[in-house]
């Protein structure tokens, strides 16, 4: 299933999604044009929304969580997570040993040390992007056979 996620983020309609909706978005393999970080910030402005919708005083992380353990951290640099922590709420939502393992794992590159309370191990794995082009079989090898020719 191909999704123009930035218009599903931009949308009314992502703020009142339910909790489930959100995880099953947040679950798909193939999103096109879009970044991790902007579903975090996305995933965050959902949080708060249903925060305010549901005059709760419960917190952000409880609400959240189940989504972001969708979130595929370790497709982000350290420049990406650290502006997260300073621009979001994330920062506040994690902890101070989340937030230090997520560093580690994204610049060792051991994605053990990925907190698994936060991040969920099957999400290891980056998302497959759509090409702008058809990517089948056969349409690779029929550029590939052309360019031969042209050399």
Request: a positive charge.
């Amino acid at each position: 299933m191909d999704v123009g996620a930035k218009e599903v983020l931009d949308s009314q309609g992502w703020l009142n999604m339910s909790r489930d909706g959100i995880v099953e978005f947040l679950d798909l393999n193939v999103l096109i044009n879009i970044e991790e970080a902007a579903l975090v910030r996305a995933l965050i402005t959902w949080g708060k929304f249903q925060l305010l919708k549901q005059n709760q005083n419960t917190n952000l992380r409880s609400q959240i969580l189940p989504g972001l353990r969708k979130i595929r951290f370790n497709s982000m640099n350290p420049k990406e997570i650290a502006d997260l922590f300073n621009e979001t709420d994330l920062g506040e939502v994690l902890t101070g040993d989340e937030k230090y393992s997520i560093f580690m794992a994204i610049i060792s590159g051991d994605w053990k040390l990925m907190p698994t309370d936060v991040v969920s191990p099957t999400k290891l794995a980056p998302r497959h992007f759509k090409l702008p082009f058809p990517s089948n079989t056969y349409y690779l090898q029929r550029i590939t056979k052309k360019r031969r020719t042209e050399f």
